[in-house]
């Protein structure tokens, strides 16, 4: 039986589709803000969801914020969200070493300061944030002193990425017991003022090819981030829905975790994607053809005022 | 498929074994780390080896994917470790090859962008590649606002021991012109040091720039055949009568049999003769290429081979 899928969404039937979902996931770059703008209409749409009864949260790859600093973020932008909305993989990866590794002992972090910060709050410390130049020799650095509590190494952005702190991850993970945790795989991250540069991925490849082993990935399309809302907010996977621009990890995302699925065109993808995606008949690519889609999540503000 | 199971045997030899098959070579290859040394210490008979090979008629050659020294340098390494007589002309390092392959094979037309230490960047300046020139004193930028040279035309990237984020973010910049070549020194993702410690090698840091660039490298070192490309044009070898002697499967033995090479590892260095024999037994075929023809405990074993027959 073939299900319609990417279907543009419009009239009557964007009415009938919020009326079947209770909770909303929305991705953050591409979809509510580019940056530090905020998509055009975008708050109002957050803001009568909730008015409208509707479950909010923000889902999102970039691990360069705490919850806190997303949610300020969201303040000054008009968008009325709580910490404990927001699911950065900054948290998302404090709470899987906490929670599914069970991690007892520490991280050496190749981070941003949001990530130590998240870490710290659920009582894991780490070693390694900041600039870390290299000095000495070669054999020197084959023999940098390793700290001998660390249990895993955790890779996400970081701009003081180094030749020493790819090396220091390296001589950690020879110790096979080491875990090795990447917060996501996006090869871009975008940047306020629209700016790109390499993504976490880049940067988790570039540990992953050293140490010849793969890194358990915490952010999307990995469900870890819908089980993390989910165990904390009690939802109905058949009611919910998940809003993303980007094929491969948002709507992914939604059709690993069995949700309905919305694919707003102010971002990465384009519909010429899903459709190439969807005429592929490959199973594989077939969880990458969303539901619907918008042009931008603004078109749904008639429904939600009406 | 069963008839056309590889015939790539995986035979340890020695004695007469090895002075059978030596005399069937004119052109001995040889891979340096695991092979004639190991970090600051030689393989033990390796010196007498070379000039064994030599005074029997052979031309020798020393292949390496090790780019941090430029081939002078090597050559006072060989001196040092007791090497007698060993000419740069004989050296061929993927830094080396990078330079030839830029200036020679893709002549290139303007500036290169290069990830990489001395020993690469010294191998550019000889071979007249230009290079942007970057003023260490100034500051270098930040993360999303640096300096791009309009003139480059290439990116290649090496070894670096000063690699950072800004580094990879110009090199993605410079690499979104689909014209601007992209190259790599060498695919190697670790290197080995004294007392079985590695090192991240050129292959991970090459990783981090396709990814960020969306495009693959052009790789110049082994596997890939451009290396014997490189001496083949200067010495005019034939592939059917030499012999790559090297110490890893998957880069060395490789690149044996993308050439059309005769292999052989020895077991001083890196891979292991379980090793060699799980690439035979497996059942995908891509493997069968990493599978040696000949293996050796150590490459001294060639001095007994022609005392036996003196004997």
Known sequence: MAVSKCTRLNGPLIKQMLDSVDSVLFDCDGVIWRGDQAIPGAPDVINLLKKNGKKVFFVTNNSTKTRKMYADKMALMGFNATEDEVFGTAYCSAMYLKHVSRLQGKVYLIGSNAMRQELEKVGIQQTGVGPDPISGVQIDWANVPLDPEVKAVVVGFDEHFSYMKLNRALQYLNNPDCLLVGTNTDTRLPLEGGKAVPGTGCILKAVETAAQRQAQTVGKPNHFMYDCVASQFGLDRTRCLMVGDRLDTDILLGSNCGLKTLLTLTGVSTVADAEAHQESGCPKRLGMVPDYYVESIAELLPALQG | ?311
């Open chain 2, 1 to 311: 498929m069963a008839g056309l199971v590889s015939s790539r045997g995986c035979h340890k030899i020695r004695g007469s074994q090895i002075r059978e098959l030596l005399d069937s070579k004119l052109n001995v290859l040889f891979d340096c780390d695991g092979v004639i040394w190991n970090g600051e210490t030689v393989v033990a008979g390796a010196p007498e080896v070379v000039t064994l090979l030599k005074q029997q008629g052979k031309k020798v050659f020393f292949i390496t994917n090790n780019c941090t020294r430029p081939r002078a340098s090597y050559v006072t390494k060989f001196i040092r470790l007791g090497f007698t007589d060993v000419a740069e002309e004989e050296i061929f390092s993927s830094a080396y090859c990078s330079a030839a392959y830029l200036r020679d094979v893709a002549k290139l037309q303007g500036k290169v962008y290069v990830i990489g230490c001395q020993g690469v960047v010294k191998e550019l300046r000889e071979a007249g590649v230009p290079i942007v020139e970057e003023d260490t004193n100034a500051p270098t930028g930040t993360i999303y606002d640096y300096p791009l040279d309009p003139e480059v035309k290439a990116v290649l990237v090496g070894y670096d021991e000063k690699f950072d984020f800004i580094k990879l973010a110009k090199a993605c910049c410079y690499l979104q012109n689909t014209e601007c070549l992209f190259l790599a020194t060498d695919p190697d993702p670790w290197h080995p040091l004294r007392g079985g410690r590695i090192t991240p090698g050129s292959g991970s840091l090459t990783a981090a720039v396709e990814t960020a660039s969306s495009r693959k490298a052009t790789v110049i070192g082994k596997p890939s055949c451009f290396m014997f490309e490189c001496i083949a044009s200067q010495f005019n070898l034939d592939p059917g009568q030499s012999l790559m002697v090297g110490d890893r499967l998957e880069t060395d033995i490789l690149f044996g049999a993308n050439c059309g090479l005769d292999t052989m590892l020895t077991l001083t260095g890196v891979s292991t003769l379980e090793e060699a024999h799980g690439y035979k037994d497996s059942d995908d075929p891509e493997r069968k290429d990493f599978v040696p023809d000949y293996v050796v405990e150590t490459i001294a074993d060639f001095i007994e081979a022609y005392e036996e027959e003196e004997g």
